[in-house]
């Protein structure tokens, strides 16, 4: 410690200072607790795992170099082949591939992830307006695990696979209230339709 995340980050917050660049950090709600239930932009700050303490530590470093900056505390960011440590992804690569997503326990846990194509959307938003500061940003829609698994079936492959329960712990809610200064995002709906586009 510190990272070669952080380092990286610290070298770039110094060459967009030189170059009176605008820089936007793609941080992460998970500094606010892995188990917070409900994240809004009076949640503390909570590093409870080393990834949310490095994403802590680089938000740190950009505020202490630059003035010109907007870091985005994203929640969970889902799309086909997306990286397999968030369920959803997995879920999608499965359903796409014909075969059944699987959930833990009743799958009530609520979530408001968004999409990588919102996420997009979104920095190009900020870059264009210049949004500055610290800001929270998930998807419009707050669905359950086993909801989020549903209509994906229904709408990547309804005639090849339904969700299939297992037996294990419940999960948490871990629901983000957006920024008042951001754009609003598409519904998960809309978002899953974009994926078969």
């Given at each position: 410690?510190?990272?070669?995340d952080?380092i990286?980050?610290?070298?770039i917050?110094?060459l967009?200072?030189?170059?009176?660049?605008?820089?936007i950090?793609t941080?992460?709600?998970?500094v606010?607790?892995?188990?917070?239930?409900?994240?809004?932009?009076?949640?503390?700050?909570?590093?409870?795992t080393?990834y949310a303490?490095s994403?802590a530590?680089?938000e740190?470093?950009?505020q202490?170099?630059?003035?010109?900056?907007?870091?985005l505390?994203l929640?969970?960011?889902?799309?086909?082949?997306?990286?397999p440590?968030?369920?959803?992804?997995r879920?999608?690569?499965?359903?796409?591939?014909?075969?059944?997503?699987?959930?833990v326990?009743?799958?009530?846990?609520r979530?408001?992830y968004?999409?990588?194509?919102?996420?997009?959307r979104?920095?190009?938003?900020i870059?264009q307006?210049r949004?500055?500061g610290i800001h929270?940003?998930?998807?419009?829609?707050?669905?359950s695990?086993?909801?989020?698994?549903?209509?994906?079936c229904?709408?990547l492959?309804?005639?090849?696979c339904?969700p299939?329960?297992?037996?294990?712990?419940?999960a948490n809610?871990?629901?983000?209230?957006?920024s008042?200064?951001?754009?609003r995002?598409?519904?998960?709906?809309?978002a899953?339709?974009e994926?078969?586009?």
């Amino acid at each position: 410690f510190p990272s070669h995340d952080i380092i990286v980050t610290r070298e770039i917050a110094k060459l967009a200072r030189k170059q009176n660049a605008f820089f936007i950090f793609t941080s992460s709600a998970v500094v606010h607790g892995i188990k917070t239930p409900r994240i809004t932009s009076n949640s503390p700050v909570i590093c409870d795992t080393p990834y949310a303490e490095s994403k802590a530590i680089a938000e740190n470093e950009i505020q202490n170099i630059l003035s010109e900056y907007c870091i985005l505390r994203l929640g969970g960011i889902f799309w086909k082949n997306g990286p397999p440590h968030l369920g959803l992804n997995r879920a999608i690569d499965d359903i796409l591939a014909a075969k059944s997503p699987v959930y833990v326990a009743s799958g009530s846990a609520r979530r408001n992830y968004i999409s990588v194509n919102d996420a997009a959307r979104l920095i190009v938003s900020i870059c264009q307006q210049r949004i500055k500061g610290i800001h929270l940003s998930a998807g419009s829609s707050i669905l359950s695990i086993k909801a989020m698994l549903d209509m994906a079936c229904r709408i990547l492959n309804p005639l090849k696979c339904s969700p299939q329960q297992k037996e294990g712990p419940e999960a948490n809610d871990q629901i983000i209230e957006v920024s008042k200064d951001l754009p609003r995002t598409n519904s998960f709906q809309k978002a899953l339709m974009e994926i078969l586009a």
